[in-house]
């Protein structure tokens, strides 16, 4: 399946964006989905994951509230809404998609991912 991320760009801090990620060449509804970033200077991190079906989503402690994972498998698109942003919040933002047999399936470990998107620039600033 290939990935191709979009709706990045610049944000002033407390500012909002919602990424897209668009799915092709394979069944969409088998791949459990996720969000990861970059930071300048940083390793790339975990930042929300969804399961085949939607129902099932799964956020590091910190950053429940302001994030949203989501899916439209009729679309074989996958979003993700970004809220109170900061500038902390700047990176670059990756999709990811790996085949799962259970719906409910949620991944959290990079490792774990077969397919990645080449990402969309995020920038909070004033």
């Known amino acids: 399946v290939q990935l191709q991320a979009s709706g990045g760009g610049l944000v002033n801090p407390g500012g909002s964006l919602k990424l897209s990620c668009a799915a092709s060449?394979?069944?969409?509804?088998?791949?459990?989905m996720g969000w990861f970033r970059r930071a300048p200077g940083k390793g790339r991190e975990f930042v929300a994951a969804?399961?085949?079906?939607?129902?099932?989503?799964y956020y590091p402690n910190n950053r429940k509230g302001r994030f949203t994972i989501s899916r439209d498998n009729a679309k074989n698109m996958m979003y993700l809404e970004l809220d109170s942003l900061n500038v902390d919040d700047t990176a670059v933002y990756y999709c990811?998609?790996?085949?799962?047999?259970?719906?409910?399936?949620?991944?959290?470990?990079?490792?774990?991912?077969?397919?990645w998107g080449r990402g969309t620039q995020v920038t909070v600033s004033s």
């Open positions: 990811a998609a790996v085949r799962v047999p259970v719906d409910n399936t949620i991944v959290v470990a990079q490792s774990r991912y077969e397919y």
């Open positions: 060449g394979g069944t969409f509804s088998d791949y459990a």
């Open positions: 969804i399961g085949r079906n939607g129902d099932s989503t």
